[in-house]
Nanobody
Framework: QVQFVESGGGLVQPGGSLRLSCTVS????????MGWYRRTPGKQRELVAD???????KHVDSVKGRFTISRDNAKNTVYLQMNSLKPEDTAVYYC?????????????????WGQGTRVTVSL
């Protein structure tokens, strides 16, 4: 059975940093691209960053230069380092295992989601 365990969320002041982790069990990790999504009330789920199985990364424009996705295949873990956090980064963040289309678009797998970790950026 594949399980996703996320951690690292919390309350942080604007300008602060957090590192999210998502550890995947079930011997699937190295075969999949991984993505970090976020969801805020009233908004659609947003892909924040993705990383191929080989380590190539993409980040949405709103987080470029502030967030960094990385992975450690030996630890079956994907990370999201978040620096210079802003109030608008407040959301529940989810990790996902998926694939990359021929055009380079991340495609989430519907049954491979973490439980979510809440990030709140506030004074």
């Amino acid at each position: 059975q594949v399980q996703f365990v996320e951690s690292g969320g919390g309350l942080v002041q604007p300008g602060g940093s957090l590192r999210l982790s998502c550890t995947v069990s079930g011997n699937i990790f190295s075969s999949y691209a991984m993505g970090w999504y976020r969801r805020t009330p009233g908004k659609q789920r947003e892909l924040v960053a993705d990383i191929t199985s080989g380590g190539s990364t993409k980040h949405v424009d709103s987080v470029k230069g502030r967030f960094t996705i990385s992975r450690d295949n030996a630890k079956n873990t994907v990370y999201l380092q978040m620096n210079s956090l802003k109030p608008e980064d407040t959301a529940v963040y989810y990790c996902n295992a998926g694939s990359i289309s021929n055009s380079g678009t991340y495609i989430p797998r519907d049954d491979y989601w973490g439980q979510g970790t809440r990030v709140t950026v506030s004074l």
